[in-house]
């Protein structure tokens, strides 16, 4: 929302019963920047997580934000993490005893590049570590079961003349120690499905 008063774009929160529509409580998250949300994620406790954008004064590029509220939308905490400036995509996870799991990733398409950073946060929103990943541009992250790293995009590759996307993920042990890593190719559906010729010529492309 732009405020009235300064100008400036501000980040609200609704929440609301699911059975009925009723509205539970409302809050505007006061700035003096202008920040916009992407994504609200709940954590086990009943917090909130708000994941957004951080924008300079002329709104020409952006860097992370996160906010966590209590269960009641009041504002705990918040951090501006040192990521990518005008980041492609954001996500975040729950680790273990309340820690955060954050990643942003960019990717330049014409020189076939892309890269994450991953940040592990404490219940506080301190940094913990701090981890950049070659060969992935990722769209999200998940913490499993067994409290491993899940992360998952895409990876540029060359094939021909051509720069595609295929589809990919990997996979971390809590302390980033990467335990396995998969993509899409020819031998997966549709390029297994085309003609040989096609695979070379007319490649596919994927995104996870």
Same mark, same amino acid.
């Given at each position: ?10 980040? $609200? ?11 539970? *409580? ?14 609200? =994620?709940?954590?086990?406790? &009943? %917090?909130?997580?708000?994941? +957004? ?16 509220? !209590?269960? !009641?939308?009041?504002?705990? *905490?918040?951090?501006?993490?040192? /990521? ?6 954001? /996500?975040? %996870? ?24 991953? =940040?592990?946060?404490? !219940? $506080? +929103?301190?940094?913990? !570590? ?9 769209? &999200? ?5 067994? &409290?491993?790293? =899940?992360?998952? /995009? $895409? ?9 595609? %996307? ?18 899409? &190719?020819?031998?997966? /559906? ?9 695979? $070379? ?8």
């Amino acid at each position: 929302v732009q405020s009235s008063a300064t100008g400036k774009y501000h980040i $609200s929160v609704y929440k609301y019963h699911v059975q009925d529509d009723g509205q539970v *409580w409302y809050k505007t998250l006061a700035t003096e920047d202008n920040e916009e949300a992407s994504e609200v =994620f709940a954590m086990k406790d &009943g %917090s909130l997580i708000v994941l +957004g954008k951080l924008y300079n004064e002329s709104l020409t590029a952006y860097s992370s934000l996160i906010y966590k509220l !209590s269960p !009641s939308g009041d504002m705990i *905490w918040k951090k501006a993490l040192s /990521g990518y400036d005008t980041f492609y995509a954001q /996500g975040i %996870s729950e680790g273990k005893n309340k820690t955060l799991v954050y990643i942003c990733s960019t990717g330049v398409e014409t020189l076939a590049t892309g890269t994450t950073e991953i =940040f592990q946060l404490d !219940s $506080s +929103g301190n940094e913990i !570590s701090k981890r950049e990943i070659n060969d992935i541009r990722a769209n &999200g992250v998940l913490t499993l079961k067994n &409290g491993n790293i =899940f992360l998952y /995009g $895409s990876h540029y590759q060359k094939t021909g003349i051509y720069i595609i %996307s295929k589809a990919c993920y990997k996979i971390y042990t809590p302390d980033l120690k990467e335990i396995k890593t998969d993509e899409m &190719g020819m031998f997966d /559906g549709p390029d297994a499905y085309l003609p040989s010729l096609f695979i $070379s010529v007319y490649p596919t492309a994927s995104d996870f």
